[in-house]
């Protein structure tokens, strides 16, 4: 217990100046920050001899994370495998796919028809009964850990759902409780919070606030109406003139305090990477746009400290559906980090874009600068994820190159759904706004890739194209540098479920249409040669052997963008100790050249093949990976 407690000291000494500094900045309570290190060294000593061991090895590697051989897989408990212990049943198949990082989409209690996709938690410490119990989670996570597999779940730090405790004490009056979100009696409040912050959901949540009549009050709902916004604030700061908010005692660092527990017995079930879901909203101040404020990052700058105290092997991936040059600063500093990976948001949004213009201006632009940014920042890279693609895209370079907001979204709408003669993809719009005509767009990558329109005409030659345009996708979002995360289905091909609207409560939520239940009969397909599923989950199982093999795709390499000058072709240079690999990807349908003049001679990785680059001829949606020899 000796040598336990030493170790836990010297984590805790190595960050106590600045954890104590920044924490009495936010709340200046002695009281309550001792109580936070008790609680921090209860949670340690409660940590199993296998946890404290793997944080031990993953102390001395602390770049893990960042290894070319990760690979991620995001997925819905219930829809792969039913339960917790299903999903434990079927680990042998996601070593089958080289996944190494199994992303469980929210799992904890929350209620039915009003849970955003589980994001309105109602427990933090019990999962739906329905998935199994915390007990089958800390199991789980063993298995996982047998097979050198990482076990990723959501942290909502946000909000809870009206359901949760605190919510239920609030609602019956308890100020303590109230203090604990952010009520008001007055609409003043209200009108003079809407002045300076954005909505997030116009179309299906509008407003800021939802009113609850049976106390008389309003209550802050960013998100959605059942979804109740945590006070993380001194409560001094939002009391308004009127003095009618019930922030009277300094409860944000309960809230603070509280969250961490949470936190922290989450992760000694075993988890090994925490989500935090929506960190640019977790501090509001009047007067603010109530994102991204200083403050924020105080907290995600703690959080990762506390994490490093308790736990650290545990890794921080933020969440933040900003534009580029608002997501970068999640990462802190070198010397002050803060999450150790961000979602590569924008990069989803303008790979689509790059689909429907064959134009790659845009993506090449993005990726200058993310290659530009120093090498420990580590990016996560998909193509799809379970939310809708928002085309959050730099309007102000486009309309540059002639392609206005309104009319361009328009455009990429209908081009997504089918509606444009040349698209081969299918899917349906979310949160369409009658008025402005904006709205998202939801399908799986097969059918937006034309696998699903190429299998309903059974059209032999479209469905071969559409593979490969599937498979190129893959082949550079592995290219990338980061870590690169499938989306349960993709590696089978799986297309749009329209099931969802057989659904009373799903059929609101076209999101659905790429949730659907993993098709284990479709599956099997991988096993038969001249399938679709055999193509493609062999395809991306080479694209992951390639990337984990060749010294090119460590972090550490030097990467770049290289001119074509064909805007239909993207070109990415890697390059690591003498080694270099040329990728080219084409994103137009047709074929295209790219004229290049690299010298020497060079093969492609993925077809083994001899290969020249000079002014290269590529098929329409096709890649290659030309290593010089």
């Given at each position: 217990m000796r040598k336990t407690n030493d170790i836990f000291e010297k984590r805790?000494?190595?960050?106590?100046?600045?954890?104590?500094?920044?924490?009495?900045?936010?709340?200046?309570?002695?009281?309550?920050f001792a109580e936070l290190c008790e609680q921090m060294q209860n949670y340690y000593r409660a940590r199993n001899a296998k946890l404290r061991k793997r944080d031990l090895e993953k102390e001395k590697d602390q770049a893990w994370?960042?290894?070319?051989?990760?690979?991620?897989?995001?997925?819905?408990?219930?829809?792969?495998?039913?339960?917790?212990?299903?999903?434990?049943?079927?680990?042998k198949y996601l070593e089958e796919c080289g996944v190494n990082?199994?992303?469980?989409?929210?799992?904890?209690?929350?209620?039915?028809?009003?849970?955003?996709?589980?994001?309105?938690?109602?427990?933090?410490?019990?999962?739906?009964?329905?998935?199994?119990?915390?007990?089958?989670?800390?199991?789980?996570?063993?298995?996982?850990?047998?097979?050198?597999?990482?076990?990723?779940?959501?942290?909502?730090?946000?909000?809870?759902?009206?359901?949760?405790?605190?919510?239920?004490?609030?609602?019956?009056?308890?100020g303590e409780y109230m203090s604990r979100y952010f009520f008001c009696d007055n609409e003043n409040y209200v009108r003079e919070y809407e002045k300076t912050v954005p909505q997030v959901?116009?179309?299906?949540?509008?407003?800021?606030?939802?009113?609850?009549?049976?106390?008389?009050?309003?209550?802050?709902?960013?998100?959605?109406?059942?979804?109740?916004?945590?006070?993380?604030?001194?409560?001094?700061?939002?009391?308004d003139m009127t003095k009618s908010i019930l922030h009277l005692a300094n409860l944000g660092v309960e809230v603070f305090n509280e969250m961490m527990y949470n936190f922290l017995f989450l992760v000694n079930q075993g988890i090994d990477i925490l989500r935090i879901d929506a960190v640019p909203y977790i501090w509001k101040e009047m007067g603010?746009?109530?994102?991204?404020?200083?403050?924020?990052?105080?907290?995600?700058?703690?959080?990762?400290?506390?994490?490093?105290?308790?736990?650290?092997?545990v890794v921080l991936l933020g969440e933040v559906v900003m534009e580029p040059e608002k997501v970068v600063p999640y990462f802190g500093t070198i010397e002050k980090p803060e999450c150790h990976m961000l979602y590569n948001v924008t990069m989803m949004a303008t790979t689509w874009n790059t689909v429907a213009t064959r134009d790659t201006r845009l993506l090449r632009m993005q990726l200058d600068i993310m290659n530009n940014l120093p090498k420990e920042y580590t990016f996560l890279n998909y193509l799809r994820c379970h939310d809708d693609i928002g085309w959050g895209l730099d309007f102000q370079t486009l309309s540059g190159w002639g392609m206005q907001e309104v009319p361009h979204k328009r455009y990429l709408n209908d081009f997504f759904t089918g509606k444009i003669a040349?698209?081969?993809?299918?899917?349906?719009?979310?949160?369409?706004?009658?008025?402005?005509?904006?709205?998202?767009?939801?399908?799986?990558?097969?059918?937006?890739?034309?696998?699903?329109?190429?299998?309903?005409?059974?059209?032999?030659e479209k469905k071969k194209r559409a593979v490969r345009f599937d498979l190129m996708l893959h082949a550079y979002m592995m290219v990338?540098?980061?870590?690169?995360?499938?989306?349960?289905?993709?590696?089978?091909?799986?297309?749009?479920?329209?099931?969802?609207?057989?659904?009373?409560?799903?059929?609101?939520?076209?999101?659905?249409?790429?949730?659907?239940?993993?098709?284990?009969?479709?599956?099997?397909?991988?096993?038969?040669k001249g399938t679709v599923q055999k193509e493609l989950f062999d395809g991306i199982g080479k694209l992951r052997s390639i990337r984990s093999k060749e010294k090119v795709f460590d972090a550490s390499a030097n990467v770049w963008t290289l001119d074509t000058w064909e805007n239909g072709i993207l070109g990415v240079v890697r390059e690591l100790e003498g080694e270099q690999m040329t990728a080219l990807f084409n994103f137009a349908e047709e074929d295209r050249t790219a004229w290049i003049e690299e010298e020497g001679e060079y093969i492609d990785l993925y077809t083994g093949k001899k290969v020249s680059l000079q002014a290269i001829k590529m098929e329409g949606h096709s890649f290659v990976l030309a290593k010089k020899c």
């Open positions: 805790l000494a190595k960050h106590m100046d600045e954890l104590r500094w920044l924490y009495m900045e936010l709340y200046d309570n002695e009281a309550m994370y960042r290894k070319k051989n990760m690979l991620g897989m995001m997925l819905y408990i219930d829809n792969f495998a039913g339960n917790l212990r299903g999903v434990k049943g079927k680990l990082c199994v992303h469980l989409m929210p799992f904890l209690d929350s209620p039915k028809g009003r849970s955003d996709g589980g994001y309105a938690v109602a427990d933090f410490r019990k999962v739906k009964p329905e998935l199994g119990t915390i007990e089958d989670l800390a199991d789980l996570a063993e298995a996982c850990h047998e097979k050198d597999m990482n076990l990723c779940m959501d942290f909502v730090m946000n909000h809870t759902s009206e359901d949760h405790e605190w919510a239920q004490k609030a609602r019956m009056g308890e959901f116009p179309e299906t949540a509008p407003g800021n606030f939802t009113w609850l009549p049976e106390i008389g009050h309003y209550v802050l709902t960013t998100f959605y109406p059942y979804q109740w916004d945590l006070n993380y604030a001194n409560p001094a700061v939002f009391v603010t746009s109530c994102r991204n404020l200083p403050q924020v990052h105080t907290i995600v700058r703690m959080m990762r400290m506390i994490g490093e105290i308790v736990c650290p092997s040349e698209s081969v993809s299918r899917g349906e719009l979310y949160n369409e706004d009658p008025i402005t005509g904006d709205a998202r767009f939801c399908a799986t990558t097969a059918s937006m890739c034309g696998i699903e329109s190429a299998g309903f005409e059974q059209n032999e990338q540098s980061g870590i690169p995360m499938l989306y349960s289905g993709d590696e089978i091909g799986q297309v749009n479920d329209y099931t969802y609207k057989n659904d009373p409560e799903k059929r609101v939520d076209s999101r659905y249409i790429h949730r659907g239940k993993f098709d284990w009969k479709l599956a099997d397909g991988r096993k038969r």
